[in-house]
């Protein structure tokens, strides 16, 4: 077999992005603009939502969120031991304290009968993970913080407002995906995308936050929160204050820097007319791989099913019978074949940052299971059907 060289996850940049690109750069706004302001209507758009939030990125997305709801020193808030480290370091960085919880026996996804549990009165959100562009069961989620809804004590007029746990979804990998009817943006109180170099969509870094229409939030008056916040607290942003007179601003709060340009809004817009079809197109890959590695022992996430689509972001799939060691080397010869593989995810009390902070994944037994025989294959629109049949072809000859 000739050996090819497949590559993990690079974007998927075409002339159209290039053109706009340009046209960015030549108009005289690189930094947040007019671009960023019509991206920002086409996503609330795309998703069926009142506003979104363009910024720096998903991890932002997330902070800004704990920050604008008031969310700090004496809280908790709950995320998954199965995730990457932002989906936690905010909770941490705001200065509440970081409370995980194990997946669901065989399943990426947080076990949604520990969560009742882990919920007590100091707990002011939680942060469910949907892992490689499956949504979570949202429904399940509400359900549990319903029946908490008694033990919740509000701090501020926006958690007033909600009256319970706000659900702030990681949606990192999961824009364009749906679970009953709802597209991913509209299931959780608040939804955090990225759209950094690996994702599906992408704006080289970037992300952005929606909330749902339907919990009584004055949309302009939280859409100026995430402005304020992420531009030093400023009350003018640059496109306000180039106006005619207009070069007086104040500083309202202490914010941070965290907004999007327009250059990089320039390569979401392109991306963004293009979308329907990537995702079309990873799913043709995602189910000629489901075809090709049937009968071979292993076992991969369900990215479609009768009432959820998958964004289709990652394919994750676990090798039965395996330890971390086996893994790896099997990893190594894929690379030795030309194809870059990867792991998602070590689960956060396996990394020194955690257990510093005092979390031992023999806690966390379920995550560990799913850890120690995963291993991701490439997933990317650049991949031809003759490259996932060498990657299908390749691992199950590795695995005999």
Same mark, same amino acid.
């Given at each position: 077999?000739?050996?090819?060289?497949?590559?993990?996850?690079?974007?998927?940049?075409?002339?159209?992005?290039?053109?706009?690109?340009?046209?960015?750069?030549?108009?005289?706004?690189?930094?947040?603009?007019?671009?960023?302001?019509?991206?920002?209507?086409?996503?609330?758009?795309?998703?069926?939502?009142?506003?979104?939030?363009?910024?720096? /990125?998903?991890?932002?997305?997330?902070?800004?969120?704990?920050?604008?709801?008031?969310?700090?020193?004496?809280?908790?808030?709950?995320?998954?031991?199965?995730?990457?480290?932002?989906?936690? /370091?905010?909770?941490?960085?705001?200065?509440?304290?970081?409370? $995980?919880?194990?997946?669901?026996?065989?399943?990426?996804?947080?076990?949604?009968?520990?969560?009742?549990?882990?919920?007590?009165?100091?707990?002011?959100?939680?942060?469910?993970?949907?892992?490689?562009?499956?949504?979570?069961?949202?429904? /399940?989620?509400?359900?549990?913080?319903?029946?908490?809804?008694?033990?919740?004590?509000?701090?501020?007029?926006?958690?007033? $407002?909600?009256?319970?746990?706000?659900?702030?979804?990681?949606?990192?990998?999961?824009?364009?995906?749906?679970?009953?009817?709802?597209?991913?943006?509209?299931?959780?109180?608040?939804?955090?995308?990225?759209?950094?170099?690996?994702?599906?969509?992408?704006?080289?870094?970037?992300?952005?936050?929606?909330?749902?229409?339907?919990?009584?939030?004055?949309?302009?008056?939280?859409?100026?929160?995430?402005?304020?916040?992420?531009?030093?607290?400023?009350?003018?942003?640059?496109?306000?204050?180039?106006?005619?007179?207009?070069?007086?601003?104040?500083?309202?709060?202490?914010?941070?820097?965290?907004?999007?340009?327009?250059?990089?809004?320039?390569?979401?817009?392109?991306?963004?007319?293009?979308?329907?079809?990537?995702?079309?197109?990873?799913?043709?890959?995602?189910?000629?791989?489901?075809?090709?590695?049937?009968?071979?022992?292993?076992?991969?996430?369900?990215?479609?099913?009768?009432?959820?689509? /998958?964004?289709?972001?990652?394919?994750?799939?676990?090798?039965?019978?395996?330890?971390?060691?086996?893994?790896?080397?099997?990893?190594?010869?894929?690379?030795?074949?030309?194809?870059?593989?990867?792991?998602?995810?070590?689960?956060?009390?396996?990394?020194?940052?955690?257990?510093?902070?005092?979390?031992?994944?023999?806690?966390?037994?379920?995550?560990?299971?799913?850890?120690?025989?995963?291993?991701?294959?490439?997933?990317?629109?650049?991949?031809?059907?003759?490259?996932?049949?060498?990657?299908?072809?390749?691992?199950?000859?590795?695995?005999?």
């Amino acid at each position: 077999m000739l050996k090819k060289n497949i590559p993990f996850s690079p974007p998927d940049i075409t002339d159209e992005e290039i053109g706009e690109v340009v046209r960015a750069l030549k108009s005289g706004w690189i930094t947040t603009g007019p671009r960023t302001k019509l991206f920002e209507e086409r996503i609330a758009e795309y998703i069926g939502v009142n506003k979104a939030v363009c910024l720096n /990125s998903a991890t932002d997305a997330l902070e800004l969120t704990l920050r604008i709801l008031g969310i700090g020193p004496g809280d908790e808030v709950i995320t998954s031991a199965y995730t990457y480290t932002a989906s936690a /370091s905010v909770i941490h960085h705001v200065g509440a304290k970081i409370v $995980l919880v194990d997946v669901a026996p065989d399943s990426f996804e947080m076990d949604y009968s520990k969560l009742a549990d882990a919920i007590t009165e100091k707990t002011k959100a939680i942060i469910p993970v949907d892992i490689a562009g499956k949504m979570c069961d949202y429904d /399940s989620i509400y359900k549990v913080v319903e029946s908490k809804r008694p033990l919740f004590k509000a701090r501020g007029k926006l958690q007033e $407002l909600i009256g319970r746990v706000s659900v702030i979804a990681d949606a990192a990998h999961s824009f364009g995906a749906e679970r009953k009817g709802l597209k991913s943006g509209k299931a959780a109180d608040f939804t955090c995308f990225s759209f950094h170099a690996v994702k599906n969509l992408t704006t080289a870094e970037g992300g952005a936050v929606v909330w749902r229409n339907d919990l009584g939030i004055d949309d302009d008056w939280l859409y100026k929160q995430y402005m304020l916040y992420s531009l030093h607290g400023q009350n003018k942003d640059a496109l306000a204050k180039t106006r005619a007179g207009s070069w007086e601003y104040d500083i309202v709060c202490l914010g941070y820097k965290c907004n999007m340009t327009d250059v990089l809004a320039s390569i979401g817009l392109m991306q963004l007319n293009r979308y329907e079809g990537l995702l079309k197109r990873r799913r043709q890959i995602i189910e000629h791989y489901d075809r090709l590695l049937e009968g071979a022992g292993f076992v991969s996430l369900q990215h479609y099913g009768a009432d959820f689509v /998958s964004s289709g972001h990652l394919y994750l799939l676990r090798i039965p019978g395996i330890g971390e060691e086996e893994r790896n080397d099997i990893i190594a010869k894929m690379a030795e074949a030309g194809i870059n593989c990867n792991v998602h995810y070590k689960p956060l009390p396996m990394l020194t940052a955690y257990k510093n902070l005092g979390f031992d994944i023999k806690d966390y037994q379920n995550a560990y299971r799913q850890y120690v025989n995963e291993i991701t294959l490439p997933l990317h629109t650049l991949l031809s059907d003759e490259d996932v049949a060498y990657v299908s072809d390749t691992l199950v000859r590795i695995c005999r």
